[in-house]
């Protein structure tokens, strides 16, 4: 929805979404320009000829400028354009979730994705790590494949500084995390790294999200005996509010491509700790990037909590670095540019 909004009044934008969910629109002012077309394929491990055959109605009827196709979901729309070619196509892919964020991605969905995207198409991904693994991992040539990296509203996030100063002695030094709950996020990593410190500093950990392993956090942190120092506020539509109030933003998972949650904490002003995966390490200011540490070192990772815990000042220089970067590199705005001049080169033949 913030591409499309972003995009203006040049574009209008009918969307079928295959699960029935419409999360988001009513955050969109796109008015007259935002429709939803009614559309269901049905469940199938393989290709269904059911659903070609669907797709390829639905082109004929809608007639699209551009077909856009998001993620492995919608692969069977990119293989009924690339049968019987109706409009230019872009088949975007933001990451992985569960097991196929390692190099064991299915075979099947390598292949298919390789045979999806082909000559009047073009594979958009928002990470350098993701563009190396469809050219290596999927075959899809160089030239089919477009790097857009993702961008945020840097006025949303705009840093607020907080009343009381953590510190040492004064108040708790506030690490938090925004995640959605799954396997590869390993914010068991996190609940291990607090349970180092504790004794150690005065802490306290934020974690904001919802997802499969919210239970056995739960039950871990509970076991740990950390339930005074570790809360898990659940799901949260105020992102940049939570982010308001914490001192660290502290990232922990086993893979990533480009997180959106790391470039909402450094538009807000605050370091971060994090994993080295994906393009984590290239996103953030070079002043933050001593701070990121091996997957497997936690002990590291609770270092850096503490040094940057110890410092008002480191917090507040690798923050501005952050709050630099993500401006000068990372907007909103200049992701859209990007988005419209690719759309505009693919409706103008």
Same mark, same amino acid.
């Given at each position: 929805m913030a591409l499309a909004d972003g995009l203006g009044d040049a574009f209008t934008h009918k969307i079928a979404a295959l699960d029935g969910r419409r999360d988001g629109? +009513?955050?969109?002012?796109?008015?007259? $320009?935002?429709?939803? &077309?009614? =559309? #269901?394929? &049905?469940?199938?491990s393989t290709l269904s000829i059911a659903n070609l055959r669907a797709v390829r109605r639905l082109l004929a009827q809608e007639r699209p400028a551009v077909l856009i196709t998001y993620n492995w979901g919608s692969i069977e729309a990119a293989f009924a354009n690339r049968l019987l070619p109706a409009c230019p196509h872009l088949h975007c892919e933001d990451g992985f979730t569960g097991d196929a964020t390692t190099l064991s991605d299915p075979l099947r969905r390598r292949f298919g994705r390789r045979l999806a995207i082909g000559p009047n198409?073009?594979? &958009? /991904? %928002?990470?350098?790590?993701?563009?190396?693994?469809?050219? /290596?991992?999927?075959? !899809? %040539?160089? *030239?089919? !494949?477009?790097?857009i990296a993702n961008g945020v509203n840097t006025d949303h996030f705009a840093p607020l500084q907080r009343t009381v100063e953590a510190g040492f002695g004064n108040q708790p030094i506030i690490v938090g995390t925004v995640a959605r709950l799954s396997k590869e996020k390993n914010i068991t990593r996190l609940v291990r790294v607090a349970s180092q410190l504790v004794g150690a500093v005065d802490l306290e950990v934020r974690i904001a999200g919802d997802g499969p392993t919210f239970d056995s956090l739960q039950a871990l942190v509970s076991d740990s005996g950390l339930q005074e120092v570790i809360t898990l506020m659940g799901a949260t539509r105020d992102v940049a509010t939570m982010l308001h109030g914490i001192d660290i933003f502290a990232l922990t998972s086993d893979s990533e491509q480009m997180p959106y949650s790391i470039l909402e904490a450094m538009a807000c002003g605050l370091p971060v700790v994090a994993t080295d995966v994906g393009d984590v390490r290239?996103?953030?200011?070079?002043?933050? $990037? %001593?701070? /990121?540490?091996?997957?497997? *070192?936690? +002990? #590291? =990772?609770?270092?850096h909590v503490?040094?940057?815990?110890?410092? /008002?000042?480191?917090?507040r220089r690798v923050g501005a670095a952050n709050r630099r970067h993500v401006m000068e590199n990372f907007s909103r705005r200049k992701m859209v540019d990007r988005y419209r001049d690719l759309l505009m080169e693919f409706a103008m033949g």
């Open positions: 629109t +009513e955050s969109a002012a796109l008015g007259s $320009r935002l429709d939803f &077309v009614d =559309f #269901t394929l &049905v469940r199938s198409s073009r594979l &958009v /991904v %928002p990470s350098r790590t993701l563009q190396r693994l469809a050219v /290596v991992r999927w075959g !899809i %040539p160089e *030239d089919r !494949i477009r790097h290239r996103m953030l200011s070079e002043e933050n $990037r %001593p701070f /990121v540490v091996s997957a497997e *070192d936690d +002990e #590291t =990772f609770a270092a503490v040094r940057l815990g110890q410092s /008002v000042e480191l917090r």
